[in-house]
């Protein structure tokens, strides 16, 4: 095993508290799940549950479409009285004032708003204006994600110029949990666009090295069911219990990646793993 990156003192947590969302995106990860209806139905249990994880913690809620929850604004008023940073994943296709609030409520420790494009679903034009207003109005970071489709791509050059100075990251899209086969010059433009949400690579390969997730990063859903990262979630390996039932049991340490993709961002970004080939 390489050698562990420093302990991260911050925690992160990515939570994907409903399955609902008002698009149907044809790369939909979440597409080929057999109920699209499920939200976290308890949040105070999962408040409590938060309040109980060791050190300091970022809360990163996600979806589907998390502004969907009719809870959403209420639990993060809840996360940031108990002192979490409170990060969002979201379409942006939410009320512009309901938006506004969310960045509002979480400006004493603000964290990430990532505001994913959507192209067969959202006007890019309208959408970067809603976001640069909403940008303005956050305390913490705003960046721009879409998701780098066939049809998408030769576009994404521009649009991410069109978007400056916000930041405008591009995701491989993925077909039976896979990169799709890309063409070399695909893979090329890709590259140049910085591949998988900037790390460079378009499906970054950290197997063997230590990662702090499972200890200082995890993934749970709306039924609280917690594993390591997306990747083990995806091989029902190395679940780390249950938030809600007490059964949940972090790790203290980084232990060896078990898996060839990595498309967990957090763990890369906040330097739990060490990544570049
Ligand atoms: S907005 Fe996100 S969660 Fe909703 S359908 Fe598209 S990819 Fe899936
Ligand atoms: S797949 Fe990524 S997040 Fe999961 S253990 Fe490996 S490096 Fe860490």
């Not at 925690?11 to 699209?36: A, E, H, P």
């Not at 502004?67 to 009285?81: N, Q």
Request: aromatic share 10%; net charge positive; hydrophobic share 35%.
């Amino acid at each position: 095993m390489t050698l562990a990156p420093p302990y991260p003192l911050e925690g992160v947590v990515s939570w994907n508290m409903n399955t609902t969302c008002n698009y149907r995106c044809t790369y939909c990860t979440q597409r080929f799940l057999d109920d699209r209806t499920r939200w976290a139905r308890d949040l105070p249990a999962f408040v409590a549950a938060f309040a109980r994880l060791p050190g300091d913690w970022e809360i990163k809620l996600s979806g589907g479409e998390p502004f969907l929850h009719p809870g959403f604004l209420g639990l993060v008023e809840a996360l940031v009285t108990q002192g979490r940073r409170v990060s969002v994943v979201t379409n942006l296709s939410a009320k512009e004032k309901t938006l506004l609030r969310f960045a509002s409520l979480t400006a004493a420790r603000p964290g990430v708003i990532s505001a994913s494009l959507h192209l067969e679903h959202a006007d890019p034009e309208a959408f970067r204006a809603k976001a640069e207003r909403l940008a303005a109005a956050h305390a913490g970071r705003l960046c721009v994600t879409c998701v780098a489709t066939r049809t998408n791509l030769p576009r994404l050059a521009e649009l991410r110029a069109a978007f400056a100075p916000l930041p405008f990251k591009v995701q491989p899209e993925k077909q039976d949990r896979e990169v799709i086969d890309y063409g070399e010059d695909e893979r090329d433009a890709l590259e140049a666009l910085g591949g998988h949400n900037g790390t460079g690579e378009i499906a970054p390969d950290y197997e063997g090295r230590a990662c702090w997730a499972g200890a200082r990063y995890f993934i749970v859903d709306d039924r609280g069911e917690a594993y390591r990262c997306y990747p083990s979630r995806r091989v029902r390996g190395e679940r780390l219990g249950n938030l809600l039932d007490g059964t949940f049991r972090p790790r203290f340490a980084a232990e060896p990646c078990r898996y060839t993709y990595c498309n967990c961002t957090v763990p890369r970004e906040r330097g739990m793993v060490r990544g570049g080939p």
